[in-house]
């Protein structure tokens, strides 16, 4: 009788669990808005990637933006400025405030994907 009321709860728990899992479990808090899925196709075309990571991913010349806008000492304000003038090795690509602003979209998006 005990075995079979302790068989009863492990299938209980792992019903729970999974449906946990199965449902809000892996959500990801952040959506992506059109203007940041623009951004991501800027991202792409402009090949950030080359000098830029996300997530650890990309090339190393330049730092790793999955973080920028919550990092303290960067910041949306600093990113943008630095998307719209350029640094000492970052290219200027004289983009519009709006190609900014789509870019840094989808940067606050990367960056709300991050630990919750
Ligand atoms: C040739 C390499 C290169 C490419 C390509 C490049 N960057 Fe950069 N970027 C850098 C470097 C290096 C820095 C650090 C500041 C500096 O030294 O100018 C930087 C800094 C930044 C920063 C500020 C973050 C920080 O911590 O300094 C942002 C935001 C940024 N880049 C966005 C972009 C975006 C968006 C693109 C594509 C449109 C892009 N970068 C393409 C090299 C590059």
């Known amino acids: ?18 449906s ?11 959506t992506m808005t059109t203007e940041a899925m623009r951004g991501k196709q800027l991202w792409q075309r402009l090949n950030c990637q080359t000098c830029h990571q ?26 943008r400025g630095m998307m719209l003038s350029g640094g000492r090795q970052m290219p200027n690509y004289h983009l519009s405030v709006q190609d900014a602003d789509m870019l ?4 606050s998006y990367v960056n709300g994907t991050q630990s919750r």
């Open 54 to 79: 996300l997530y650890g991913l990309g090339g190393y010349m330049g730092p790793d933006l999955t973080t920028v806008i919550t990092d303290k000492g960067r910041g949306a304000a600093y990113a």
């Open 1 to 18: 009788m005990k075995k079979v009321a302790t068989i009863s709860i492990l299938l209980v728990l792992y019903a729970a669990y999974s």
């Open 104 to 107: 840094l979209a989808y940067l």
């Open 20 to 30: 946990w899992i199965y449902t809000s479990g892996t959500a990801i808090a952040a």
